[in-house]
């Protein structure tokens, strides 16, 4: 996990908001004592000089209601006395002025006395004394740029307007106040700032901390680790939040342990499992996978996650996932092809919820291939035998009837006619030998008569055996070592393996023919082989010669009186003593049959 940023802590955010409140409420409040602060002071400056303005008002309209002599002063005279003795303070100039000719009457400023005699101009002076009432304005001098309040009061004399004053007083003291008042309210306002973001650190910690660690083992957990405890800091919610995390850590821990059993156990018993097991998700998505299904179907499991066991299966062109979730019966799924034989059989179980809803699959996958294959091979042997008994039994059965019906008497017919059937009767007892053969050999407690046997010896009786008793024309040939090899054999059962392999080389050597047995002799076994001149064997049939029944050429091979399991028994026989036999032939050159048996090959012959 990314570790947070320093402008996304939550410290960072707590400090800043805590900060930024404080301004925000400090701001609120400044502006509202500022603007209360100005309107106060510029108040007070402006009743004080009302004030004064008032009693040299009164004065004014003394010298200009008075009733004068030639020998009194002008009233000029009377009024600049006045303004001589009016204390200004802030006021820079006071004017009166006449209401008839709006004349000015006298200045207070001496650089202005020239202006004495002359019309005032100024409209706020009109104003004053048309509406009768005060006439106020501040204004900015553009080349100082400090500011001046100007007032224009009337003066009258009952309900008549007799003339003005009017004044001009520096407010720009009023304005430098309340500047250095901001400044102190700026400085102040920085300081509990400064004090305030150090003290919300300190309290951020308090808070923050405790969450740290949580969010520390928070992460250790996400790794496994559930060892760590989270420090408990006080008994408030954050102190409550952290003993409830621990407790969740515990019992976290505790349900870990627990599933990690349980899946250990599940995974044991999923590995140890014969049967492909196959989970999928409510829409059928595999989610689990055992390693023998995914060797049954030939797929890695890591490819097949989250596949569709449509796919998987190989079953979208005859079911969807909702006819697997309502099957009932197992589905065959044969895989076969022309040279493999490879069929599964597939039962399909739905995982429910206890109310119903449907959160998965569970497929079990059977391998049936050799199942299918004993019962093909017994359905093929049933009907093998029952044919091979019905051909005799059908002949001696007709042979038999034509006797009972008279031909017992005619001396010529009546011969062939039993000596068919006598052929016939050998013919189904021979067949019933090989099977009981066959029988005892696929019997579990079967045991061979085994002893030592010079094998050279042996064989020479064989093919002695079979030289003297040949009717066609065919010559031997042996390829035979000179000194003994002693092997460890059932005499009996290596005699019946050996009088198979050559009758059916003797059946299939035509006249003029060889046939050709040899040994060879190797440190852990021999090979005994037996070749002829024959027609020879298709390749497409070599692998199955050994197969119970199997005849490449029926017709020929019943004709000789051939049942289909010699080379079967042979087999069988070889197995049982260790070794294997194989078959290898060209079509129209001869066919080899040759067998392994072991053997413990020795530089001195102990038994000579």
């Given at each position: 996990m990314n570790k947070v940023g320093f402008f996304r802590s939550i410290k960072v955010k707590f400090v800043l908001i805590y900060v930024l409140l404080i301004l925000v409420a400090m701001q609120i409040i400044g502006v509202y004592f500022v603007r209360q602060l100005e309107d106060t002071l510029r108040t007070n400056f402006q009743t004080s000089i009302k004030q004064r303005v008032d009693l040299l008002r009164f004065n004014i309209r003394e010298e200009m209601e008075k009733q004068r002599t030639p020998e009194d002063p002008s009233l000029e005279a009377d009024i600049n006395k006045l303004l001589k003795d009016f204390d200004t303070g802030d006021i820079t100039e006071v004017r009166v002025i006449e209401n008839r000719s709006l004349i000015i009457l006298g200045t207070s400023l001496p650089g202005n006395q020239d202006m004495v005699g002359k019309k005032q101009t100024e409209l706020l002076v009109k104003q004053s004394m048309v509406l009768e009432e005060d006439q106020s304005k501040i204004r900015l001098d553009q080349n100082t740029g400090k500011r001046t309040w100007v007032l224009s009061t009337p003066i009258k004399s009952g309900k008549k307007v007799i003339g003005a004053i009017y004044l001009e007083a520096k407010i720009e003291s009023v304005f430098e106040q309340m500047n250095t008042i901001n400044r102190i309210f700026a400085t102040g306002t920085a300081i509990a700032l400064s004090i305030t973001a150090v003290l919300g650190v300190l309290l951020a910690q308090t808070i923050t901390k405790p969450i740290t660690d949580m969010r520390k083992q928070a992460l250790a957990m996400a790794k496994g680790n559930f060892s760590r405890k989270v420090k408990v800091y006080g008994h408030d919610e954050i102190g409550t939040l952290a003993l409830t995390f621990n407790n969740l850590t515990k019992k976290l821990q505790e349900a870990q342990a627990m599933t990690e059993g349980e899946r250990r156990k599940l995974s044991s018993v999923l590995s140890n499992m014969t049967d492909g097991v196959i989970a999928t998700d409510r829409k059928g998505r595999v989610m689990l996978i055992n390693e023998p299904a995914a060797e049954m179907l030939d797929v890695s499991r890591e490819t097949v996650m989250s596949q569709s066991i449509i796919s998987l299966l190989d079953l979208d062109d005859t079911n969807t996932f909702e006819d697997l979730l309502e099957e009932k019966e197992s589905i065959i799924l044969d895989y076969s092809t022309k040279s493999e034989t490879y069929i599964l059989r597939a039962h399909f179980s739905v995982i429910q919820k206890e109310t119903g809803f449907?959160?998965?699959?569970?497929?079990?996958?059977?391998?049936?291939?050799?199942?299918?294959?004993?019962?093909?091979?017994?359905?093929?042997?049933?009907?093998?035998?029952?044919?091979?008994?019905?051909?005799?039994?059908?002949?001696?059965?007709?042979?038999?009837?034509?006797?009972?019906?008279?031909?017992?008497?005619?001396?010529?017919?009546?011969?062939?006619?039993?000596?068919?059937?006598?052929?016939?009767?050998?013919?189904?007892?021979?067949?019933?030998?090989?099977?009981?053969?066959?029988?005892?050999?696929?019997?579990?407690?079967?045991?061979?008569?085994?002893?030592?046997?010079?094998?050279?010896?042996?064989?020479?009786?064989?093919?002695?055996?079979?030289?003297?008793?040949?009717?066609?024309?065919?010559?031997?040939?042996?390829?035979?070592?000179?000194?003994?090899?002693?092997?460890?054999?059932?005499?009996?059962?290596?005699?019946?393996?050996?009088?198979?392999?050559?009758?059916?080389?003797?059946?299939?050597?035509?006249?003029?023919?060889?046939?050709?047995?040899?040994?060879?002799?190797?440190?852990?076994?021999?090979?005994?082989?037996?070749?002829?001149?024959?027609?020879?064997?298709?390749?497409?049939?070599?692998?199955?010669?050994?197969?119970?029944?199997?005849?490449?050429?029926?017709?020929?091979?019943?004709?000789?009186?051939?049942?289909?399991?010699?080379?079967?028994?042979?087999?069988?026989?070889?197995?049982?003593?260790?070794?294997?036999?194989?078959?290898?032939?060209?079509?129209?050159?001869?066919?080899?049959?040759?067998?392994?048996?072991?053997?413990?090959?020795?530089?001195?012959?102990?038994?000579?």
């Open positions: 449907v959160n998965g699959l569970i497929c079990v996958l059977h391998d049936i291939t050799e199942q299918e294959k004993i019962d093909a091979d017994r359905r093929e042997f049933v009907a093998n035998v029952s044919h091979e008994l019905r051909t005799p039994l059908t002949t001696m059965r007709s042979y038999l009837e034509a006797l009972a019906d008279g031909a017992w008497r005619d001396e010529e017919i009546a011969p062939n006619f039993l000596e068919v059937t006598r052929t016939e009767t050998e013919r189904m007892i021979r067949l019933v030998n090989d099977l009981l053969t066959l029988s005892k050999m696929d019997s579990t407690d079967y045991r061979l008569k085994v002893e030592w046997l010079n094998f050279v010896d042996f064989y020479n009786r064989i093919i002695d055996r079979f030289e003297m008793a040949k009717e066609q024309n065919v010559t031997f040939k042996r390829l035979l070592p000179a000194h003994a090899i002693w092997v460890e054999v059932d005499e009996d059962k290596m005699t019946q393996v050996l009088y198979n392999i050559i009758s059916n080389a003797l059946k299939y050597s035509p006249e003029g023919g060889q046939v050709t047995f040899s040994i060879e002799e190797g440190k852990e076994q021999i090979i005994v082989g037996v070749s002829d001149q024959g027609m020879g064997i298709p390749k497409e049939s070599i692998g199955k010669i050994f197969d119970r029944f199997y005849r490449v050429d029926k017709a020929r091979t019943r004709k000789m009186g051939g049942t289909g399991l010699g080379l079967a028994i042979a087999k069988e026989i070889v197995k049982a003593h260790g070794g294997t036999i194989e078959a290898k032939s060209q079509e129209g050159k001869g066919t080899t049959i040759s067998f392994t048996l072991p053997y413990e090959w020795t530089e001195e012959d102990d038994w000579s």
